[in-house]
């Protein structure tokens, strides 16, 4: 399977710069699993292809602020560093630029000395282990010095940091949102829990495995990066009890796909626990747990879209993109959603 079966044609302007000032007010195109043709809705809609007896799973990861803009000791140089995983109190896999500046060894200064990097070790995958110091809680030394870290394609500053965290983000952890979960608001899933639809919560913290770019041609050769995930034995029972009494599991974003599909058993069944997947969902795989997924709209050729691909088919996606196209659809991390069912 090459990677040029997932590109498509995407105007510039069609991606979202901004996010919309009421979360629920984004478009929602339906794409329908029965072959049904698709839906122009809005995202308030939702509740309208719900039914009691669902189980509306979240990802409840928080985005901390992960990109920091420092200077090499010694020279001054500029660097940045992308957060990725915490790998014990003080030290932390990322991602490093420019990388030729940043050899092992190499010391870099955040906000004025209020945070600073040693560079102990390069990674598989071209990242850094680097060891922190700083005086106080990590956490709020980073939140004074690091930046909400945007995708590279959103070239205008976040006025509210809030804007790329959802309503329900609990446990801190990710590089990225969970871009799904940004048009809920409490009001609406209130709504939806009022229908009778349970709504729980599993945790992924977002990493480069949801953003790493695919580079070979044969899909099936790309190498997912491990990213952390947590299921409550609470929310793998209700999840578990709906599938038994006929509910449906609808997936809020891709990453919540990739934590419940890790953990399903042979018969769709969901086990609690935590650990790190490496999933990688592309078409040919066969889900056992979920039922539909909301979804915002994917870059070309990326992972995201190979998996929404997996789920809907790849002609049908491609179809669902070019229509979203031609219907101005906003795109990415702010922009509209896509709900398959």
């Known amino acids: 399977m090459n990677i040029s079966d997932f590109d498509y044609y995407l105007p510039e302007e069609l991606i979202a710069q901004d996010p919309l000032q009421n979360r629920e007010a984004s478009r929602m195109m339906v794409v329908p699993l029965d072959g049904a043709g698709f839906e122009h809705r809005r995202f308030t809609d939702l509740v309208a292809y719900l039914r009691p007896g669902d189980v509306l799973v979240l990802n409840d990861t928080r985005v901390i602020p992960a990109r920091l803009l420092g200077e090499k000791a010694g020279s001054g140089a500029k660097i940045e560093v992308l957060l990725l995983k915490q790998l014990d109190a003080n030290t932390w896999e990322v991602l490093v630029k420019p990388g030729r500046r940043a050899a092992a060894g190499t010391t870099v200064h955040f906000g004025g000395g209020l945070l600073s990097g040693l560079v102990r070790d390069k990674t598989s995958y071209g990242g850094r282990i680097v060891e922190f110091s700083y005086t106080g809680s990590f956490e709020e030394v980073l939140d004074r010095v690091g930046v909400m870290p945007l995708p590279p394609y959103i070239k205008k500053p976040l006025s509210d940091r ?18 799904a979960g940004l048009h809920f608001s409490r009001e609406l899933l209130d709504r939806i829990g009022a229908l009778g639809v349970a709504v729980v919560r599993v945790l992924l913290h977002v990493g480069l495995g949801t953003f790493r770019p695919v580079r070979v041609n044969d899909i099936r050769h790309h190498h997912m990066h491990a990213e952390y995930y947590e299921i409550a034995p609470e929310t793998a029972a209700a999840i578990n009890r709906a599938k038994c009494r006929g509910g449906r599991v609808i997936a809020v974003g891709t990453t919540t796909v990739r934590c419940l599909e890790s953990v399903a058993g042979t018969g769709g069944e969901v086990y609690p626990g935590s650990g790190w997947t490496g999933i990688f969902i592309y078409p040919g795989y066969r889900f056992r747990v979920i039922d539909g997924l909301v979804t915002n709209f994917h870059l070309p050729r990326s992972t995201l879209l190979m998996m929404v691909a997996a789920l809907a088919g790849r002609e049908r996606i491609l179809a669902a993109y070019r229509a979203a196209v031609r219907e101005k659809y906003r795109f990415f991390s702010f922009g509209d959603v896509m709900l398959i069912i």
């Open 162 to 179: 809030n804007r790329y965290q959802t309503v329900y983000a609990r446990q801190a952890g990710s590089a990225a949102a969970p871009t």
